[in-house]
């Protein structure tokens, strides 16, 4: 079965660079999230989307934005990186929170990991 | 303090045993609860939901305590690959998980 698929899969950037990751969802999934995992840490929620329209914010940085596109793929721009930025990246995709899905499980992708040199 | 709890562990478990743990939750207004399989700086990967019920897949069995607000993973005939951290999640009205911060287990031969 398709998986939730993104990219990079490692990315290395240096103070004050930017960068994109994405994130293409489960086919039919209507719904993506971000969650960042630095080490030793659990994932945090940073931003969620359901049909292209923001849905929740968690703690993401100003410096940080994200869209979800017609395709429902997302990406997760990030700028002015700082040596904290360095983490695991996660996407999340699954069936529209918005019709009350609440109980749909979320599946994740196999994350990008940013280091920031 | 975090909103969900979970004892680090780690549980060491020899193999064939039975381990079983907790996962605590302050938000009494949560609607659904999960249980994660994620391995070394790997992704968190859904082993299964959380049903009022209990519910059962193969050798691992949830249960929910809404009253008391925790959920309960339990391992039977742990296998050498069921080494893992179990992260449990919850979410609120909107979807967005809450973690834990996992549940090292370690079976050994």
């Known amino acids: 079965a398709a998986g939730v698929i993104q990219s990079p899969r490692h990315l290395i950037k240096e103070k004050r660079e930017t960068a994109t990751l994405k994130c293409y969802p489960i086919p039919r999934h209507d719904t993506v999230y971000w969650y960042q995992q630095g080490p030793g840490q659990d994932p945090q929620f940073l931003i969620s989307?359901?049909?292209?329209?923001?849905?929740d914010k968690g703690s993401i940085p100003d410096r940080f934005s994200a869209q979800q596109f017609s395709d429902y793929h997302s990406e997760l721009n990030m700028s002015s990186l700082e040596l904290g930025d360095s983490a695991l990246y996660f996407c999340a995709s699954s069936l529209g929170q918005g019709r009350g899905y609440s109980n749909q499980p979320q599946h994740f992708g196999d994350g990008t990991r940013l280091s920031i040199l | 303090r975090k909103e969900v709890e979970q004892d680090p562990g780690p549980f060491n478990v020899p193999e064939g045993a039975t381990v079983a743990f907790n996962c605590t939750y302050s938000n009494s207004a949560s609607q659904s609860f999960f249980w994660y399989r994620q391995d070394c700086r790997k992704e968190p990967k859904l082993l299964m939901s959380v049903y009022s019920s209990g519910n059962e897949d193969g050798r691992f069995t949830a249960q929910l305590n809404r009253a008391s607000q925790y959920i309960s993973l339990l391992i039977r005939d742990s296998k050498l690959s069921d080494s893992a951290t179990y992260l449990c999640a919850v979410t609120p009205r909107w979807g967005k998980l809450q973690f834990g911060a996992g549940t090292q287990v370690v079976v050994t031969p």
């Open positions: 989307f359901y049909e292209k329209m923001q849905s």
